[in-house]
Nanobody, 126 residues
Framework: QVQLVESGGGSVQSGGSLRLSCAAS????????MGWFRQAPGKEREGVAA????????YFADSVKGRFTISQDTAKNTLYLQMNSLKPEDSAMYYC???????????????????WGQGTQVTVSS
C-alpha cells in the first residue's frame, strides 16, 4: 500500500530541461523497482526509466538514453526523473510507479507495477 504523487511537470521549449519528482508515502526501499512511464494522446503507454531500488541499477528506453536520468533520495522518500535536451515528442503525461509485490520480469513494462501516481503533464514546444 503505497501512495505516489508526481510533481514538476510543465511547459518547456525544445532543448530545455525539467525535473519530475515522485513523493512516496513510504520508504522507496519498500519497492523492488520504481519507474517512470509516459503516455501521449492516441499512443500506447511507454516505459521511460526504471531503477532497481536496492542496488540502484537503472534502465532506460532507447528514445531517452543519454538525455534522462532516474534517481532517488531515500531520506525524502522521493523518486526523480531529470529530463534534459527535451524534444516535442517527449510531450506526454508522466506517471510514477512502484513494484512492491513481486519481481518484475521487465522493468520497463507496466504490468509489473502495482502502485501508480496520478500523473504530471509535460509539454515540449518547438
Amino acid at each position: 500500500q503505497v501512495q505516489l504523487v508526481e510533481s514538476g511537470g510543465g511547459s518547456v521549449q525544445s532543448g530545455g530541461s525539467l525535473r519530475l519528482s515522485c513523493a512516496a508515502s513510504a520508504s522507496t526501499q519498500s519497492s523492488w523497482f520504481m519507474g517512470w512511464f509516459r503516455q501521449a494522446p492516441g499512443k500506447e503507454r511507454e516505459g521511460v526509466a526504471a531503477i532497481r531500488v536496492s542496488y540502484g541499477t537503472t534502465y532506460f528506453a532507447d528514445s531517452v538514453k543519454g538525455r534522462f536520468t532516474i534517481s532517488q533520495d531515500t531520506a525524502k522518500n522521493t523518486l526523480y526523473l531529470q529530463m534534459n535536451s527535451l524534444k516535442p515528442e517527449d510531450s506526454a503525461m508522466y506517471y510514477c510507479a512502484a513494484a512492491t509485490s513481486r519481481w518484475p520480469r521487465a522493468p520497463l513494462s507496466s504490468g509489473g507495477y502495482d502502485y501508480w501516481g496520478q500523473g504530471t503533464q509535460v509539454t515540449v514546444s518547438s
